[in-house]
């Protein structure tokens, strides 16, 4: 018997709300409600995708975690179906979350919140707002980093030094239309994001996502990555938080998820996945659909409403 090829990656399933969130400056934001409708009882999932990429990058988790508990999932300003808008930074980072946690869910209720790369980045750029302290039960944080990501990468096969910071710097600045996926595209965008033993359906997947992101969108927001620095945001993280890394990630190498582990208040633990590369939800679904499962798990009361946990709580 033929064995059964795995559902493509990049195609959640039709969610069961959509919405139309304002951010503080007016930005539109596409939000998707995936799950129970109905059930008070379900706990909350929040995801928020990277650099790049959209609602579609999630579509795993999406597929998997909405059985049983409601899934959020919005595309960031400029991204998938959300319309750019001027202001590029993490302050609009932050005030977009903020957004969509007080529209989608309950009052006093909590989620747990999980962020790729530059999603994760937007959690850490959120660390102090009102709404990420009263709405994040627990965090994961998924192949990210805070500081330094030019001087980091190893998408070049240079030493570290001056040299290698410098060209990366201009091909992620770069401004060129990515055009369409061929196979060359799919042999460098294999070898920077994805590791090396990704299947070809997954680097595929991965690269007809970034490739729908306009040129203009992934430039304006490459030059907020080049100079973030959210290392003191970190430390103001107080949510539990998981830390989750491929080894082979060559964007946002290792070295990273330890030293956000070092400085997180919170941490419960780092888990590096050996020959996984950048793009972890999609390269090890299971991986990381397993360890959301296990935060909202351990940080989300079975079986009682948030609201009601939140009433007891404040009592």
């Known amino acids: 018997m033929t064995p059964r090829r795995p559902a493509a990656p990049g195609t959640p399933p039709a969610p069961g709300r959509v919405l139309t969130v ?28 990277g650099w790049t990429c959209s609602t579609a990058f999630w579509a795993a988790q999406i597929r998997a975690l909405a059985a049983d508990h409601r899934v959020i999932a919005y595309d960031q300003r400029g991204h998938g179906r ?3 808008h001027p202001a ?3 302050g609009a980072l932050a005030d977009d979350l903020e957004a969509v946690l007080e529209a989608t869910l309950a009052p006093g209720e909590r989620a747990v919140i999980a962020g790729h790369s530059m999603g994760g980045m937007t959690v850490m750029a959120a660390a102090d707002r009102p709404a990420l302290r009263a709405r994040a039960a627990a965090v994961l944080l998924c192949s990210t980093g805070s500081s330094r990501l030019a ?16 060209l990366t710097r201009r091909i992620l ?11 060359l ?4 965008l294999k070898y920077g994001i994805t590791g090396p033993g990704s299947a070809p359906h997954v680097v595929e997947t991965c690269a007809r996502i970034v490739h729908a992101c306009p040129g203009a969108v992934r430039h304006a927001w490459a030059r907020v990555l080049d100079r973030l620095e959210l290392d003191d945001a970190v430390r103001r993280l107080t949510a ?9 990630d060559r964007l946002t190498p290792p070295a990273h998820a330890r030293a956000l582990a070092a400085a997180l208040p919170d941490c419960r633990g780092v888990t590096e996945l050996p020959g996984i590369g950048h793009m972890t939800p999609v390269e090890a679904p299971e991986q990381v659909t397993g360890r959301i499962r296990a935060l909202a798990a351990a940080h989300l009361p079975a079986g009682v409403p948030m609201s009601a946990v939140h009433a007891e709580e404040s009592a």
């Open 22 to 49: 304002r951010s503080a400056d007016g930005a539109r934001l596409h939000v998707e409600v995936h799950g129970p409708g109905g059930d008070p009882h379900a706990p909350a999932v929040v995801l928020v995708h």
């Open 82 to 84: 959300s319309p750019a």
């Open 88 to 90: 590029c930074g993490t």
């Open 151 to 166: 001087a980091s990468a190893r998408v070049l096969p240079l030493r570290e030094g001056r040299a290698r910071t410098w």
């Open 173 to 183: 600045l770069s401004r060129a239309r990515l055009g369409p996926v061929t196979p």
């Open 185 to 188: 595209s799919l042999r460098v």
């Open 240 to 248: 539990p938080t998981e830390v989750l890394v491929g080894a082979a």
